[in-house]
């Protein structure tokens, strides 16, 4: 799915809303602006306009869920820290000493360390 900027968005809604809520008079309008890309679909304009009358702009609505907090730097620093100290400690000992969950402590490793485990 093709994803739209802020800008383009709020264009779209304003292109349907001076053309009396006319989807095929809005896609035209589109395609003669912009030739080379295709238009959105008509649910996607029904959705941006909705969007744009619920909650008065047609920026994405927060995320749902818990938000993760392995990644926080003092977590990163620790890590960093007794990784550089004891380079041969594993994981398991690692996380009991610092008492990070082992899944965190491998995300910790390799997506702000790039360090992966390798087998020998």
């Given at each position: 799915m093709f994803k739209y900027t802020r800008q383009e968005r709020a264009e779209i809604v304003t292109i349907f809303i001076e053309n009396n809520r006319s989807i095929i008079d809005t896609q035209r309008k589109l395609r003669q602006k912009y030739p080379n890309r295709s238009v959105p679909d008509k649910r996607t304009i029904y959705r941006l306009y909705a969007n744009f009358r619920q909650y008065g702009t047609t920026a994405d609505r927060p995320r749902s869920g818990r938000?993760?907090?392995?990644?926080?730097?003092?977590?990163?620093?620790?890590?960093?820290?007794?990784?550089?100290?004891?380079?041969?400690?594993?994981?398991?000992?690692?996380?009991?000493?610092?008492?990070?969950?082992?899944?965190?402590?491998?995300?910790?490793?390799?997506?702000?360390?790039?360090?992966?485990?390798?087998?020998?």
């Open positions: 938000q993760q907090m392995f990644h926080n730097a003092k977590n990163v620093a620790l890590v960093h820290d007794s990784v550089s100290e004891f380079p041969q400690t594993s994981v398991r000992r690692r996380d009991s000493q610092l008492h990070i969950s082992a899944r965190s402590l491998i995300r910790i490793l390799k997506t702000h360390l790039k360090m992966f485990a390798y087998k020998i």
